[in-house]
Nanobody
Framework: QVQLAESGGGLVQAGGALRLSCAAS????????IGWFRQAPGEGREVLAA????????YYLDSVKGRFTISRDNAKNTVYLQMDSLKPDDTAVYYC????????????????WGQGTQVTVSS
């Protein structure tokens, strides 16, 4: 079963950018839909973006459309989240997750999770 590990978080000023990476183990990574989520203190976890196994379909939360871009490199077993024009409200722990069903379709089942990476945006 695939395992996920996020990296790339940190402290950035408002208006800045970060690129998060979600590295996966396992030979079947290219079969899985991957999503990026975040959870701010005292709030629930929300899905920000998702990408299909072939990168032909992507989804974005309205509040991040035009600022965040999800992409994947199956040869490197990695999914990225490029985050531009960051705002203090983007401060949260960011997670990537996978739907463990090969070639899954909507509705997705997010049942494999990474440990999270902290993103802090200062004003």
């Amino acid at each position: 079963q695939v395992q996920l590990a996020e990296s790339g978080g940190g402290l950035v000023q408002a208006g800045g950018a970060l690129r998060l990476s979600c590295a996966a183990s396992g030979r079947t990574f290219s079969r899985y839909v991957i999503g990026w989520f975040r959870q701010a203190p005292g709030e629930g976890r929300e899905v920000l973006a998702a990408i299909s196994w072939s990168s032909t379909r992507t989804y974005y939360l309205d509040s991040v459309k035009g600022r965040f871009t999800i992409s994947r490199d199956n040869a490197k077993n990695t999914v990225y989240l490029q985050m531009d024009s960051l705002k203090p409200d983007d401060t949260a722990v960011y997670y990537c997750a996978a739907d463990s069903r090969p070639w899954a379709t909507i509705p997705y089942e997010w049942n494999i999770w990474g440990q999270g990476t902290q993103v802090t945006v200062s004003s």
